[in-house]
């Protein structure tokens, strides 16, 4: 389950797609971190993602965890933003998960993501949808 605790703290990337740039290298890390992988600076500026991209890889899970197996088989793909952050994501809005190839196009939509059916609490966040 997805607890509403971390839902929150993340509630800035997942919500408004931000990422950190760092001020000494200009690397953008999504999601942001507190120290620069690649030239362990610790001072970045908030900058948004762009919302289109493209499919990198994929795989579609046929067994989804609790609070998605309203869509099964689920497809998640690895995007690459158009400044070459790579997400991983649901992919929404296919007829049919074998529509999904390799290079597609997609743009990212603000979607309900997962629910929690006791806890009566629905979670929402960007998905992949055909671009
Ligand atoms: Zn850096």
Redesign the pocket.
Request: net charge negative; with cysteine; hydrophobic share 0%.
């Given at each position: 389950m997805i607890s509403p605790a971390r839902s929150w703290r993340e509630f800035p990337q997942r919500y408004r797609l931000e990422a950190a740039r760092?001020e000494?290298?200009?690397?953008v890390l999504y999601p942001p971190r507190v120290v620069?992988p690649?030239?362990?600076?610790c001072t970045f500026e908030t900058t948004p993602l762009p919302r289109e991209g493209k499919v990198v890889t994929f795989t579609v899970v046929r067994v989804p965890p609790a609070g998605y197996t309203e869509q099964s088989p689920l497809p998640i793909a690895l995007v690459e933003l158009t400044n070459g952050v790579k997400v991983m994501m649901q992919v929404g809005d296919l007829a049919d998960p074998e529509e999904l190839e390799i290079g597609m196009p997609v743009r990212l939509e603000f979607r309900r993501v997962a629910w929690d059916g006791e806890a009566g609490l629905i979670f929402y966040g960007h998905k992949a949808v055909k671009g």
């Open positions: 760092c000494g290298c200009e690397k620069c690649d030239c362990g600076g």
